[in-house]
């Protein structure tokens, strides 16, 4: 688990992201009682849709995501951070066409990132997202720099103090977050423009 874990780092491309998730569901199949590697297969599949271009692809990948969530969810219920990719999964199925599907998938991906909040404050992961989301927002809708800086500032306050339960337990958005956080002070400083 650990191994494939770590090969998460270097995946780039939709089918790296696919072949691992297909490597989760095989260790999930032999170890039918953890939901963990559920969680990682979801997540790398939310990955492939992610990082595929066509978006007509982008939602079979999110239709299995959500299967190997809800398992998970079954096996572990209420968990923060399974309500956390729940959330990314709405939002990444908005982003296919936000215009069409922001009314379902935009309130959708909030609730269950407000739900994973109230399951576990200190996760970072859920401010993150929202933060990310609302950066790339209009500000004629709400979203946009000046609104999503508070948000991702917030979560990076939680990455800080955020210590996962174990070795295997979901650690990841912290060193994006803050390479994130930089690359915008840094279009601060060039633009002069505040923070």
């Given at each position: 688990?650990?191994?494939?874990?770590?090969?998460?780092?270097?995946?780039?491309?939709?089918?790296?992201?696919?072949?691992?998730?297909?490597?989760?569901?095989?260790?999930?199949?032999?170890?039918?009682?953890k939901w963990i590697p559920y969680y990682y297969a979801a997540e790398c599949q939310i990955m492939a849709s992610f990082m595929d271009s066509v978006n007509g692809k982008k939602d079979s990948y999110l239709d299995k995501a959500d299967i190997y969530l809800t398992i998970a969810d079954s096996l572990q219920p209420n968990d923060s951070e399974i309500y956390t990719l729940k959330g990314f999964?709405?939002?990444?199925?908005?982003?296919?066409?936000?215009?069409?599907?922001?009314?379902?998938?935009?309130?959708?991906?909030?609730?269950?990132?407000?739900?994973?909040?109230?399951?576990?404050?200190?996760?970072?992961?859920?401010?993150?997202?929202?933060?990310?989301?609302?950066?790339?927002?209009?500000?004629?809708?709400?979203?946009?720099?000046?609104?999503?800086?508070?948000?991702?500032?917030?979560?990076?306050?939680?990455?800080?103090?955020?210590?996962?339960?174990?070795?295997?337990?979901?650690?990841?958005?912290?060193?994006?977050?803050?390479?994130?956080?930089?690359?915008?002070?840094?279009?601060?400083?060039?633009?002069?423009?505040?923070?």
């Open positions: 688990m650990s191994k494939t874990m770590m090969m998460m780092d270097s995946a780039r491309t939709n089918v790296d992201f696919v072949n691992l998730s297909n490597a989760f569901e095989r260790i999930a199949k032999a170890e039918k009682s999964s709405a939002q990444m199925r908005m982003v296919v066409n936000p215009m069409q599907r922001w009314q379902k998938y935009g309130e959708l991906s909030n609730s269950l990132f407000e739900k994973a909040k109230e399951l576990n404050p200190d996760n970072p992961r859920p401010d993150y997202l929202v933060g990310q989301a609302l950066l790339y927002t209009p500000e004629a809708f709400g979203g946009g720099k000046k609104n999503a800086l508070p948000v991702l500032k917030q979560s990076q306050e939680k990455y800080k103090k955020f210590k996962p339960e174990t070795s295997i337990s979901p650690n990841w958005g912290g060193s994006i977050l803050n390479n994130l956080l930089k690359s915008l002070e840094e279009d601060s400083t060039k633009t002069g423009t505040s923070k």
